[in-house]
């Protein structure tokens, strides 16, 4: 099954994957035309005299010519015909070449196109998109659809700004041949490919770590795209054959199918000059599968978290006059210094800071605060601890219930576009049920038994058998357990949160509790 064959290559690298994206992944969101039909339906609104074939002619079908071309032409017009006016009172400072004129224009009628493309497998891997792990992008696309994708990245235009920027590589999008916010930035004639070319070894000397270390998944290309043979000819100057093979398996294509097929993933080969570079390459109809193995790619942090701790490290050890708020130590003796940080690495330290009150919410907080609520914000919990949480047994639905996240059924809607929602997460979420509490097959044979001697959770209670009560609790009938009762009980015992031997059955008796008492999917 594709999902797991994806899932364990993508599991197989210690990093997230950045996205490399073309203008195949515009034209699925937002319809927008391809580059010659873009050139083709610009013609048409700049008034020109001649048509577009004159200049495609004129330009041996070279489409970056063409765009020279009618730019020479449009460039007279643009600055004297009254229907330009608009434009040139918006734009005429900023006009730097006789190609700028050109660009306003591919720029406004690419900012005009923010419509959406609708249907249902659509909004579907949109919210999937939304949701998915990783540590940055890299794209060709002009139009801003990833910036509103992925509003918490940095955004990094054209080589210009790549070039004498510090990069993280991580939360970053990197929009190679420009932006329509700035329309100078464009890459789209033929002097703007040669300036390209010229500078490509430069951006690829600073995109090359990001080759070496993530596993990059190319969305919206075809395998012959002349940039993406470009970027890839310049990276592979840099490596030896040895280093070449590092990117053995980290290269993966996705390779859009108008077929209804089931997506696949195969062992195969991209010859760049003279060297085979060893892919993946998937072939699909939809990026539904895709994109949830990728949002259910779990992170420790937000990736806006992340990238500012790295930016503060970052600042903190290349700078003698860091302005980062930040504390390194390995020890605590100096704890009012602590007051101002706004991030601590500490080497040894997790349990000295627990003494002074330093620490995160744990699944034991969540346990606890279910029996004997510490008023939190549950939008808060449900978003940023939640789903972050790891065990077996986890209390969910009390502030998923009070954060509104649950419909009428008690469950998390599939298509909740919560960006901290992974499918996994709801899925997990959403198949919790009665049963899920049940002790081993050998007590759930007894559970007539039990029901038959016990009418009450308090009659099972007053047993003073607290491993019966645990694991008899929930073969009880729901109706003969009163849920202040057994909060009482739990409240009482939390000390068994701490015992070896009772611990796992407290945990779920107290996931129980919350279940029965946040849900109505019981009877």
């Known amino acids: 099954m594709f999902t797991n064959q994806f899932q364990q290559h993508i599991s197989k690298f210690s990093t997230s994957p950045f996205l490399f994206v073309g203008s195949g992944f515009s034209r699925r969101y937002l319809g927008l035309p391809t580059w010659e039909l873009l050139l083709m339906e610009i013609c048409k609104d700049l008034k020109l005299s001649r048509p577009y074939n004159f200049y ?3 330009a041996d079908s ?4 063409v765009a020279s071309i009618i730019g020479q ?3 007279d017009i643009w600055w004297s015909n009254p229907e330009f006016e608009e434009s040139r009172n918006r734009f005429s400072s900023l006009a730097e070449t006789k190609f700028s004129p050109l660009k306003f224009e591919v720029a406004k009628m690419i900012s005009s196109k923010i419509e959406l493309v609708q249907n249902d497998i659509i909004d579907k891997e949109l919210k999937l998109l939304k949701k998915i792990n990783i540590d940055g992008v890299i794209t060709t696309n002009w139009d801003q659809l990833l910036e509103r994708t992925f509003p ?12 004498f920027s510090e990069l993280y590589s991580i939360g970053e999008i990197y929009k190679i041949h420009g932006c329509s916010s700035k329309p100078n930035s464009l890459i789209i004639t033929e002097e703007d490919y040669l300036n390209y070319e010229e500078r490509n070894a430069y951006l690829a000397a600073k995109l090359l770590t990001i080759f070496i270390e993530n596993p990059i998944i190319f969305v919206g290309y075809s395998l012959d795209d002349k940039n993406i043979q470009s970027i890839l000819k310049s990276i592979i100057k840099c490596l030896t054959k040895e280093k070449v093979e590092k990117l053995k398996d980290r290269l993966i294509f996705c390779q859009w199918s108008s077929e209804q097929i089931e997506p696949t993933i195969i062992d195969s080969t991209l010859l760049i000059s003279d060297t085979v570079i060893p892919i993946k390459l998937v072939v699909l109809h939809d990026f539904i599968d895709l994109f949830t193995v990728l949002a259910n790619n779990k992170r420790k ?3 806006k978290i992340l990238r500012q701790m ?3 490290v970052y600042d903190f050890v290349k700078s003698n006059t860091s302005k ?3 504390y390194v130590t390995d020890n605590l003796e100096d704890i009012e210094k602590l007051h101002n940080a706004e991030f601590v690495y500490g080497v040894g330290l997790k349990d000295k800071f627990a003494e002074v009150g330093i620490k995160g919410i744990e699944l034991k907080d969540i346990l606890t605060d279910t029996i004997n609520s510490r008023e939190w914000d549950a939008v808060k919990i449900s978003q940023l601890c939640l789903p972050y949480l790891n065990g077996k047994y986890i209390p969910y639905f009390k502030h998923l219930r009070n954060a509104g996240f649950l419909n009428e059924n008690s469950k998390i809607d599939e298509d909740n576009d919560t960006t901290e929602f992974s499918p996994g997460f709801i899925k997990k979420v959403n198949e919790v049920q009665i049963e899920s509490f049940y002790p081993s097959a050998n007590y759930i044979r007894k559970k007539d038994e039990i ?3 016990f009418q009450s959770f308090n009659e099972l209670k007053e047993t003073g058998n607290h491993l019966h009560v645990l694991v008899y609790t929930p073969l009880l009938f729901v109706d003969k357990i009163n849920l202040e009762h057994l909060r009482q009980y739990l409240d009482e015992n939390c000390e068994f949160l701490n015992n070896s031997s009772l611990g796992t059955h407290f945990r779920k008796l107290i996931c129980l509790y919350d279940y029965l008492t946040y849900t109505n999917n019981h009877s």
């Open 56 to 58: 495609k002619s004129n």
């Open 62 to 65: 070279k489409l970056p010519k």
């Open 73 to 75: 032409d449009f460039n």
């Open 152 to 163: 918490d990245f940095n955004k990094f235009i054209g080589q210009e700004e790549l070039i």
């Open 301 to 303: 942090l937000p990736i």
């Open 310 to 312: 790295k930016g503060m």
């Open 324 to 326: 980062s708020k930040i």
């Open 451 to 453: 029901n038959a001697i």
